[in-house]
């Protein structure tokens, strides 16, 4: 769990988990955006980037960093704001999950 921290508040957090029989793919549960922070954007040294992909960045260099090959996720078929999250984060939709959800997987 990573947990993003401004000053005297939690901002964002992301969740990934490496499989269990195949460390190379690992599964993000969640990213989360405290609401006030919701659509933000901050300054980093290569200029101002959305929160939301400066974190996802982060979660998924740290993923990389320890084994990653590639990530996947779940995410429900109406949920129009995370799937453009994902599509922009380079993910790409792999299957479907069940009647309620899309599977979506990043290969590094
Ligand atoms: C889904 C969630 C993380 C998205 O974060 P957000 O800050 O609300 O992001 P927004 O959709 O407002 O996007 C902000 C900007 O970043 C852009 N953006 C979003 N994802 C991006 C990405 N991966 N890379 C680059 N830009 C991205 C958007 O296009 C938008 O740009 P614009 O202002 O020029 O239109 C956030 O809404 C949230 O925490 N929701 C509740 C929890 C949830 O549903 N989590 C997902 C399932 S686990």
Redesign the pocket.
Known sequence: MLVFEGQDEVI?VAVLEADVDTPSMWD???????NE?????TMTEVGE?????V??DTAMKYAMDHGAKAIR?I?ATG?T??I???L??GFKRTDRYDKDYDEYLASM
């Open positions: 964002a993000l549960h969640v990213v989360a955006i405290a922070h919701q659509g933000r954007r980037l959305p929160l939301v992909e974190v996802l996720t995410v949920n704001r995370s453009r999250m994902l922009l984060q």
